[in-house]
């Protein structure tokens, strides 16, 4: 669980690796806390409308298990509450798109107007977020970034 914004990001550690998700255990770490927002690796939109039904403010599509990028447009006509996990690897490429460059979905999800959580991991070199981060404020950030200067950050991240 990571506080976010206010709100706490839960992931479920069974959705995301493409099992099925706890929803027993995510519905007691929930409790009455309206303010979760939930991934559960949901790979269609129909997976993340049973997080807003389980009760979370908002639910993700995660790029590691998402059936495609028509998914995101599906969630975009149906909810102001569903966003994006971008999963990285520390190459930048995006998990569940082979090939992909985060540059080529992120642009296209944000003119959308869709909220997104930037997931990423050890040694992801944060000056290729910086020129996102610059334009929107609806990129959140959630890993461990090598070589991250908070000072040259400050005003871009709200939380660090």
Known sequence: MVGISGAIYL?????????????????????????????????RVSD???????GAEKTF??????AGFEEIEKARELSDSIGVTFDLDQNGGV????????????GPTLQMGIEVIIMTH???????????????????????????DAERCKGLIKEV
Request: with cysteine.
């Open 11 to 43: 992931l479920d550690v069974e959705g995301y690796l493409g099992r099925e998700p706890n929803f027993s255990a995510i519905r007691s770490v929930m409790g009455d806390n309206k303010e979760i927002w939930l991934d559960i690796g949901a790979r």
């Open 48 to 54: 993340a409308t049973d997080c807003l039904i389980l």
């Open 61 to 66: 599509l995660n790029t590691r298990n998402l």
């Open 95 to 106: 998990r569940g798109f082979p090939g992909c460059r985060l540059e080529s979905l992120l």
């Open 122 to 148: 050890l040694r992801f070199p944060i000056e290729r977020l910086m020129s996102y981060l610059t334009i929107v404020e609806k990129v959140y950030l959630c890993g461990s970034f090598g070589n991250f």
